[in-house]
């Protein structure tokens, strides 16, 4: 296993398009996790799942995002009708809740330019 | 509000030149506090998890300590691949999956 993988490494698009993005967990992990950050800023909370349920969300994600994860596998973040401030790393990272252990793993990222 | 405030923003060392990084944190409930380290365009790498006050954990030359208010990462003697942003985490209680963090700090390690 080589970890959580993301795909694309970068996207840019134009306002007002939709852009999907993937995430690849590690294999065992069962808690698959979205974040997005902007420069100089630490990583911010957007959602997790737990299996294939979407078990919290984060005031910062509008209607305009969308989450998936179908089969508890690997999932996918969509943006609907982009905007400039959209534009950020989006990390994905995934953990295997056992015993208090919460070590999160995270991606590489996706870096969405919306212009 | 749950907050966590890092300081130093920057951090510039010479090679070899022990030093402190700071983490405090104001929350309600503390279910762990998170080290990572992050390189220029990759995702975070984990360090450490810390539980309650008193809790130590060394990696390298990396050693983080836990009170009831702030954490501390220690590095000693750092050499130039120890340059990087380090990012403190807290999981609060009350929340599954968030990990609140802090801006970070920039470590610059020079020869």
């Known amino acids: 296993d080589t970890g959580v993988s993301q795909d694309p490494r970068h996207k840019i698009t134009k306002r007002g398009q939709n852009v999907t993005f993937r995430c690849d967990p590690i294999s065992e992990h069962n808690r698959l996790y979205w974040y997005r950050q902007t420069l100089g800023q630490g990583p911010e909370f957007l959602t997790y799942f737990q299996n294939e349920a979407q078990l919290e969300k984060s005031r910062l994600l509008s209607d305009r995002f969308s989450a998936e994860r179908p089969k508890g596998s690997f999932s996918t973040l969509e943006i609907q009708r982009t905007e400039q401030g959209d534009s950020a790393m989006y990390l994905c990272?995934?953990?295997?809740?056992?015993?208090?252990?919460?070590?999160?793993?995270f991606g590489s990222g996706t870096r969405l330019t919306v212009v | 509000e749950d907050q966590v405030t890092q300081s130093p923003e920057a951090l510039r060392l010479q090679e070899g030149e022990s030093s402190s990084l700071n983490c405090s944190y104001t929350?309600?409930?503390?279910?762990?506090l998170f080290w990572y380290r992050q390189d220029p365009g990759k995702g975070p790498e984990f360090l450490f998890t810390l539980y309650s006050a008193g809790e130590e954990k060394e990696k390298e030359r990396l050693k983080a300590t836990l009170t009831k208010k702030e954490s501390f990462l220690h590095i000693t003697a750092p050499k130039p691949e120890d340059s990087a942003t380090y990012l403190c985490a807290v999981r609060v209680g009350g929340s599954q999956g968030n990990l609140i963090f802090g801006k970070g700090t920039k470590l610059s390690v020079k020869p």
């Open positions: 929350v309600s409930g503390l279910r762990g």
């Open positions: 990272a995934s953990s295997l809740v056992t015993a208090g252990n919460y070590g999160y793993t």
